[in-house]
T-cell receptor, first 112, second 122 residues
């Protein structure tokens, strides 16, 4: 049972444009969401998070949007840069549970 | 810079041997650490939650006698793959969650990951 889903295995975006990565979840009890970036043969690097009491969180070029009614979150990267090329994982957790449930990941490629 | 380290970064071993992987939090104390496994082109799967001072909590389907976890201190957790077999070949990643709320630069609700250890069992 895949509780966190990233339905797009890959995404290709031109440098300078906006990258939008999507994530859906099924468990309405999740109340904390995170995005991680991962390069091959490395551990994930934390990018940005959002609590379920918010619908938007912004940090520099990265913005995460949360739509609780649709059980959907998205990560916007603008402007996209070549160094953003990586696999992006969304993750969700239940308050106090600490455990993270990861999506399958989306490989983002930024083309010059 | 890295806030969580893992050692070794890669290891090749013969079938039947045991392999120990260390995970250290460098900038904060972590009562709780986590061990994940990632197979090629798949997501990170939580194996177990490592708790300092108590037994680890294993996820369903993970053999606790095969994957021994020892949380020796507030900055160190080890995962030992006992009697490794080729099917245990994978990328093992640990994460640590800071104990203290408001620790400068770190979020208590965020897990910070190590660089991973690639295990190949021949």
């Amino acid at each position: 049972d895949q509780q966190v889903k990233q339905n797009s295995p890959s995404l290709s975006v031109q440098e300078g444009r906006i990258s939008i990565l999507n994530c859906d979840y099924t468990n309405s009890m999740f109340d904390y969401f995170l995005w991680y970036k991962k390069y091959p043969a490395e551990g994930p690097t934390f990018l940005i998070s959002i609590s379920s009491i918010k619908d938007k969180n912004e940090d520099g070029r990265f913005t995460v949007f949360l739509n609780k009614s649709a059980k959907h979150l998205s990560l916007h990267i603008v402007p996209s840069q070549p160094g953003d090329s990586a696999v992006y994982f969304c993750a969700a957790s239940l308050q106090g549970a600490q455990k993270l449930v990861f999506g399958q990941g989306t490989r983002l490629t930024i083309n010059p | 810079g890295a806030v969580v380290s893992q050692h070794p970064s890669w290891v090749i071993c013969k079938s039947g041997t045991s392999v120990k992987i260390e995970c250290r939090s460098l900038d904060f104390q972590a009562t709780t650490m986590f061990w994940y496994r990632q197979f090629p082109k798949q997501s990170l799967m939580l194996m177990a939650t490592s708790n300092e001072g108590s037994k680890a909590t294993y996820e369903q389907g993970v053999e606790k006698d095969k994957f021994l976890i020892n949380h020796a201190s507030l900055t160190l957790s080890t995962l030992t793959v006992t009697s490794a077999h080729p099917e245990d070949s994978s990328f093992y990643i640990c994460s640590a969650q800071p104990d203290l709320a408001g620790l400068a630069g770190y979020d208590q609700e965020t897990q910070y990951f190590g660089p991973g250890t690639r295990l190949l069992v021949l």
